[in-house]
């Protein structure tokens, strides 16, 4: 089992608000690059999305659940396939989205339990918390060359140390995604 984060990312680290849901002055900055920047499987998942689970925080979650059931096509029909777990505490309804339930107990320790592979998209609270347990064996980063210079960031300043290996890196339209993991202990 592995625990994959993968994130829409500026070259000066901020997460935040990709494609504008968010109503920040920054907002949209991925989806500036066209729909062959962002769409498909630009993360190259392929059959982790088939045997995976998804792993998601409430207002990815609502997001999502907005957007992907509407859409057929082969990329869109394994998201809606996948299963999908919440980690949320207000959220009681999962019904928009198939085969979406709220995690049972404590969101980490769900994580330590699941026995498939987990891939997180968006949800920073759920990735920090994650990064906190030191449970993260993967980033796909598709980095956009956008510097914001305000918002979010994956990498929150005074968090220890990571030792990353890098695996790969392609140019995907404007962006590039490069996948790290883990370095060996």
Request: aromatic share 8%; proline share 5%; net charge negative.
């Amino acid at each position: 089992m592995s625990v994959i984060v993968i994130q829409f990312i500026t070259l000066d680290g901020i997460v935040s608000d990709p494609d504008g849901s968010g109503g920040t002055s920054t907002g949209g900055w991925a989806f500036r690059h066209g729909p062959e920047a962002v769409a498909g499987d630009k993360f190259r998942l392929g059959s982790t999305l088939d045997d995976g689970v998804m792993l998601l925080g409430r207002t990815t979650w609502q997001l999502f659940s907005q957007l992907w059931p509407g859409r057929d096509d082969p990329f869109s029909t394994r998201m809606n396939t996948v299963p999908k777990l919440v980690a949320s505490r207000t959220l009681t309804d999962t019904s928009a989205w198939v085969n979406s339930r709220i995690t049972d107990g404590d969101m980490v320790d769900a994580v330590k339990r699941e026995q498939r592979d987990v891939i997180i998209a968006g949800s920073l609270s759920v990735v920090h918390a994650l990064m906190a347990e030191d449970l993260i064996d993967e980033y796909r980063l598709l980095t956009f060359p956008t510097i914001l210079g305000t918002g979010l960031r994956l990498f929150p300043a005074g968090n220890p140390p990571a030792y990353l290996e890098c695996l790969s890196a392609d140019q995907a339209g404007a962006a590039v995604l490069a996948r790290y993991r883990r370095a060996a202990r």
